[in-house]
């Protein structure tokens, strides 16, 4: 230090107070990406269409729009340097009209990366051709195309809807053979796929950062339980061999790398086989910062919504090194009962993400306790 003011490396990145970060999205992920980038000295803008969005409680700016009002994002492009997303159903075309506004502005993760992610047949054709082993799959797109895929992968198996799934939601399980035309129904008839059950032990997932310079960083694997298909709590160390964990590890590396990816994106995966035989089967990659590593807010040496931070706007990526043993807990609508017993438990950090109506089945929070 000079004069109290602290050196810089001779190429180290200047973060300049006034650089804002555009966030599409106003959920929770995005309200605690505003508060992380707020600790950087990084302002936020959040732009969402849900008039009561909470990501807008803690921002600098908001614009409260339709994801495709030209003229709205038109004034966003031309406020913020760098833009980014909290949520994988934005439109791809939203992205490329706030290029299209602004040449200059740099849009992390790509149009391109978020396309894959965005349809589930795409997803595991990408991931298949980096040699990763996924669930057997078929597209479908009539009943007909169902029943034939049916009988090339068997019962049980999982319909899913190709496009904006997202907590079990658009899914249907097909127990028998027969099952074919009312899962078909469930789903709306809608373009989906057809995946083989896997015979999971656990569910687990990675979270990987990277840079628009190639640099990596992953997080310890998580262990994750669901209830209902929504995330209950989420476990660290799991309880996998180190050689699945490396595994992992490098498979969430090897989709970031392909994506040219910038920002952190999670991997969820099953476990599966026992012994030397254990090993990771891909379930889905989340572009985006992921409920699994809500825990490294506390957890890590860099939370996840830092590291995105960092990573979107080309600052050095932290340490993701883990503080102790972990447990994190969803607090759904019907858990808020639960809010006066850990507001006076000590070593429980709770957060609220200030929704107003608790409904049953509603993400309204997180308690992360280290040890
Ligand atoms: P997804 O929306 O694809 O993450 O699926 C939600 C949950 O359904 C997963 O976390 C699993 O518990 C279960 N699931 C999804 N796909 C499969 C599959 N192919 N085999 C077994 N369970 C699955």
């Given at each position: 230090m000079i004069d109290g003011q602290p050196q810089r490396r001779k190429g180290a990145p200047v973060l300049r107070p006034s650089l804002t970060l555009g966030i599409l999205g106003g959920g929770q992920l995005g309200r605690m990406m505003a508060m992380a980038a707020a600790t950087l000295g990084i302002r936020t803008h959040v732009y969402a269409?849900?008039?009561?969005?909470?990501?807008f409680e803690v921002c600098a700016e908001h614009t409260c729009a339709p994801y495709l009002d030209k003229a709205a994002l038109k004034a966003f492009a031309e406020r913020v340097q760098v833009v980014t997303f909290e949520?994988?159903?934005?439109?791809t075309a939203t992205l490329e009209r706030l290029q299209h506004y602004a040449p200059h502005l740099r849009i992390h993760p790509s149009a391109s990366a978020l396309s894959i992610t965005q349809d589930r047949i795409n997803e595991k054709t990408f991931m298949a051709g980096l040699g990763l082993e996924t669930a057997p799959f078929r597209a479908v797109d009539s009943l007909e195309t169902l029943e034939e895929a049916v009988r090339a992968i068997g019962a049980p198996s999982i319909l899913k809807t190709r496009?904006?799934?997202?907590?079990?939601?658009g899914q249907a399980r097909i127990?028998?053979?027969?099952g074919a035309a009312e899962a078909y129904e469930a789903i709306g008839r809608q373009s989906a796929i057809l995946e083989g059950f896997v015979s999971f032990s656990r569910e687990v997932s990675v979270l990987c950062a990277r840079r628009a310079d190639g640099a990596v960083a992953t997080y310890d694997v998580c262990e994750n339980e669901h209830r209902n298909h929504i995330l209950s709590r989420t476990t660290l160390p799991?309880?996998?061999?180190p050689a699945t964990a490396r595994q992992a590890r490098e498979a969430a590396i090897a989709i970031a790398g392909a994506l040219d990816y910038v920002g952190i994106l999670a991997v969820e995966m099953f476990v599966v086989g026992e012994g030397a035989g254990e090993h990771v089967v891909m379930n889905e990659i989340a572009p985006r910062v992921h409920?699994?590593?809500?825990?490294?807010?506390?957890?890590?040496?860099?939370s996840q919504f830092e590291q995105h931070v960092r990573a979107v706007m080309g600052l050095p990526l932290g340490s993701t090194v883990r503080r102790g043993a972990i447990e994190m807990d969803n607090l759904l609508g019907e858990d808020m009962r639960r809010v006066p017993d850990l507001l006076e438990t000590p070593g429980a950090h709770l957060h609220l993400y200030g929704k107003k109506l608790a409904l049953k089945?509603?993400?309204?929070g997180h308690v992360t306790i280290v040890r």
């Open positions: 269409p849900e008039a009561e969005s909470i990501a949520f994988e159903n934005v439109p496009r904006m799934g997202y907590d079990g939601k127990m028998t053979p027969h799991s309880s996998i061999l409920n699994s590593g809500h825990w490294t807010i506390e957890g890590a040496e860099t089945g509603r993400k309204m």
